[in-house]
């Protein structure tokens, strides 16, 4: 079985340019994670999708994200206009169920840099 | 609101060492806590959870303890080899938040031979 997979693996961008992060998660996985862990620090939550609905997108740090799941497979996150305090790797996680029970499975994250 | 402190890295042993990195957590509700760990070049990889006060969660011949007493999930291993250098985080969920996992800082390990 497939894991989750995260494209590209590294972004390297100008301030003020946009960037689209993709994530596949596990087949038949309804939920859907973004993290992010910026210099160092831990790892922040930044939405969760089940299906295509957000469920919770308190994390998310301002207007210039938008994340996206269209029918329920692979999501997209948008990062526009991109600012130097986005950079760090955005990690994305799916499950088949929520809560303490169903293991989060990640995947190798992508390291964006802003220059 | 709801964290995870874990202590600072980097951690340097020599193999066979005993290996403790500390995790204390706070929450508003009931927990399950998890230890998960990213080698290098790779994504996080669950290690082991305990869900529920007094449970111990192992793999690897890495263990953790739930003590709710002392909100804390330290995680152990005896004899640690050059194959578990990595980066080491420490979250939990609470049930009435869906799924959210709140992460530590992260703790790097060495292992040298």
């Known amino acids: 079985e497939a894991g989750v997979t995260q494209f590209p693996s590294h972004s390297v961008i100008e301030k003020g340019q946009t960037v689209t992060l993709r994530c596949d998660p596990i087949s038949g996985h309804d939920n859907l994670y973004w993290y992010r862990r910026v210099m160092g620090k831990e790892i922040k939550f930044l939405l969760h999708?089940?299906?295509?609905?957000?469920?919770?997108e308190s994390g998310m740090p301002n207007n210039r994200f938008l994340a996206e799941r269209t029918g329920g497979t692979y999501s997209t996150l948008k990062v526009q206009p991109a600012e130097l305090e986005d950079s760090g790797v955005y990690f994305c996680a799916s499950s088949l169920g929520q809560g303490g029970t169903d293991t989060q499975y990640f995947g190798p994250g992508t390291r964006l840099t802003v220059l | 609101g709801d964290s995870v402190t874990q202590m600072e890295g980097p951690v340097t042993l020599s193999e066979e060492a005993f290996l403790t990195i500390n995790c204390t957590y706070t929450a508003t509700g009931y927990p399950s806590l998890f230890w998960y760990v990213q080698y290098p070049g790779e994504g996080l990889q669950l290690l082991l959870k305990a869900t529920k006060a007094d449970d111990k969660g192992s793999n690897k011949g890495f263990e953790a303890t739930y003590r709710k007493e002392t909100t804390s999930f330290h995680l152990e291993k005896g004899s640690v080899q050059v194959s578990d250098s990595a980066v080491y985080f420490c979250?939990?969920?609470?049930?009435?938040?869906?799924?959210?996992?709140?992460f530590g800082q992260g703790t790097e390990l060495s292992v040298k031979p």
């Open positions: 999708f089940v299906k295509e609905s957000k469920q919770d």
């Open positions: 979250a939990l969920i609470l049930y009435n938040q869906g799924g959210k996992l709140i």
